[in-house]
């Protein structure tokens, strides 16, 4: 059975660090996730997480509301729970996000990411676009001392699930 949750990201800072753990994971797919602590847990109040558990803290769904009803929507999960509870679980966090006035969920992921496109596509988001972004990977130390900036561009694929 599984059982989902508001996450609060001042009475549930554990759950968060823990989540936050999980995205540090080296993947072949992707760079590194270089996003501080603080910006994945922040209390923006056009953030919310939900937590999914069955006994145990299993995957965290993020989503970002970006205008009236159009949320986008990221999400990371512990090592090693089953495709298919993923699934289920967050047909169950899509379903309650369309049937309370969501309007609109996206997703962009990075295109050499094969394994969440197919997840998304799984759970009926359609590819509306693909664009090229610069993304800021890390500070790196220069010569003098000083902090700079890499960025680079990434071919990034937007998946829209309509209500």
């Known amino acids: 059975d599984l059982e989902l949750k508001l996450l609060d990201p001042l009475t549930d800072v554990d759950l968060f660090r823990?989540?936050?753990n999980w995205r540090l994971r080296p993947k072949k797919h992707i760079q590194p996730?270089?996003?501080?602590?603080?910006?994945?847990?922040?209390?923006?109040?056009?953030?919310i997480a939900v937590g999914a558990f069955n006994g145990e803290f299993l995957a965290v769904f993020f989503f970002h509301e970006f205008e009236p009803g159009c949320f986008e929507s990221h999400?990371?999960?512990?090592?090693?729970?089953?495709?298919?509870t993923l699934l289920i679980a967050a047909r169950q966090v899509i379903g309650y996000f369309l049937e309370n006035g969501a309007r609109e969920l996206t997703a962009w992921i990075?295109?050499?990411?094969r394994p969440l496109r197919t997840f998304v596509e799984a759970l009926?988001?359609?590819e509306q676009e693909r664009r090229v972004i610069p993304t800021q990977l890390s500070a790196c130390v220069q010569d003098d001392g000083s902090l700079n900036s890499v960025s680079v561009e990434r071919n990034f694929v937007k998946y829209v699930k309509k209500a």
Request: charged share 35%; net charge negative; hydrophobic share 25%.
């Open 33 to 47: 996730d270089r996003m501080p602590f603080e910006t994945f847990s922040g209390t923006d109040p056009t953030h």
């Open 18 to 20: 823990e989540a936050y």
């Open 75 to 84: 999400f990371t999960s512990k090592r090693g729970v089953p495709r298919e």
């Open 124 to 126: 009926e988001f359609t």
């Open 110 to 113: 990075v295109e050499r990411n």
